[in-house]
């Protein structure tokens, strides 16, 4: 079993729906948990980031954490064509700063 | 951007050659990643380094080394490469335990 999962997709949404990409983890003392975006050819950048449990929220994009189902999400509202990238769940060890990610979801945003 | 450079950026090498890709960074921050990237497998992580001369494995560390001898400089070496090496290399820096990390542009390396 991989230490974080994803479903690769890819996952096609509309323009201006809502797009909701999962993850799940492994290792019960995983203390933080990232989203990054990856555009082909380039290098992956933070979207979200998140330490407790609960949503939240930064313009589109609002991350859920859920510890003890030990999975972590991303809703992106009034997706656009721009956001069409990979979307990297990662999960980092809180006792030893190990980082590690899931295989990415594709994002398909169709106008 | 956080200052991470990456070199070579482009790499071709010879089956069996030994090749060294390095990471420097100006940002002063702990910890330092090596990941490699192939269709289909997203990020896997090399080795990491959570210090000077302080380093641990990743989830795909056979056939590679590491050294970091000072803060700001980050070395994988492929002592013998092979063409299942052929990767894009992406080295990532972080300044505290769980804080963000930050990613350097990349190197594209091919073994023939």
């Known amino acids: 079993q991989k230490e974080v999962e994803q479903n690769s997709g890819p996952l096609s949404v509309p323009e201006g729906a809502i797009a909701s990409l999962n993850c799940t983890y492994s290792?019960?003392?995983?203390?933080?948990f990232f989203w990054y975006r990856q555009y082909s050819g380039k290098s992956p950048e933070l979207i979200m980031s998140i330490y407790s449990n609960g949503d939240k929220e930064d313009g589109r994009f609002t991350a859920q954490l859920n510890k003890a189902s030990q999975y972590v999400s991303l809703l992106i509202r009034d997706s656009q064509p721009s956001d069409s990238a990979t979307y990297l769940c990662a999960v980092r060890s809180g006792n030893t700063g190990k980082l590690i990610f899931g295989q990415g979801t594709t994002l398909q945003v169709k106008p | 951007d956080a200052g991470i450079t990456q070199s070579p950026r482009h790499k071709v090498t010879e089956t069996g050659t030994p090749v060294t890709l390095r990471c420097h960074q100006t940002?002063?921050?702990?910890?330092m990643y090596w990941y490699r990237q192939d269709p289909g497998h997203g990020l896997r992580l090399i080795h990491y380094s959570y210090g000077v001369k302080d380093t641990d494995k990743g989830e795909v560390s056979d056939g590679y080394s590491v050294s970091r001898s000072k803060t700001e400089d980050f070395l994988l070496t492929l002592e013998s490469a092979t063409s299942s090496q052929t990767s894009v290399y992406f080295c990532a820096i972080s300044g505290q335990l769980n804080t963000e990390a930050f990613f350097g542009q990349g190197t594209r390396l091919t073994v023939v």
């Open positions: 290792d019960r003392v995983s203390q933080s």
């Open positions: 940002e002063n921050h702990r910890y």
